[in-house]
């Protein structure tokens, strides 16, 4: 299948697919293996088909806000939520309502660095493009 490409083509596309699977095992097993309880809350959201969808994320409280990201590539609970803003959270297991607000400006920049993953969690995340949302009790 690569014959007659350069050593160092081959090389390139090896290790580019090699990257790929480890993204996508990292991404796929850290679902399945996400604790909850600590930092963790279970956000609900809701599809265009009215259907209700979990998923456990970290949480970060900074300066009295609560604070989620999407620093995954599997991120249909951030689309839903931009589109259905009116969200559920549960932490503690006690669930409420909450309005989801996407970040911008200086308040994105400070979010941003207080929640940072760090350079391995990026490199095995895929360097997917990280979003943030506040999430304001209603």
Do not use: C, K
């Not at 604790?35 to 456990?56: C, K, L, M, Q, W």
């Not at 249909?76 to 589109?83: F, G, H, K, L, P």
């Not at 095995?124 to 999430?135: K, M, N």
């Amino acid at each position: 299948m690569l014959e007659g490409i350069p050593g160092w083509i081959r090389i390139g596309v090896i290790a580019a697919a090699a990257y790929v699977l480890l993204v996508v095992a990292f991404e796929s097993l850290i679902g399945y293996f996400q604790p909850f309880g600590g930092d963790s809350i279970v956000i609900v959201t809701t599809g265009d088909d009215g259907a209700r969808s979990e998923r456990v994320l970290s949480r970060r409280d900074i300066d009295g806000n609560l604070y989620v990201a999407a620093n995954h590539w599997p991120r249909q609970w951030y689309r839903q939520a931009m589109e259905y803003p009116q969200v559920e959270v549960a932490t503690d297991g006690e669930p409420a309502p909450y309005l989801a607000v996407p970040l911008s400006g200086a308040e994105l920049a400070r979010v941003a660095e207080a929640y940072d993953v760090g350079l391995l969690v990026r490199f095995l995340t895929g360097f997917p493009p990280r979003r943030f949302l506040r999430l304001d009790p209603r």
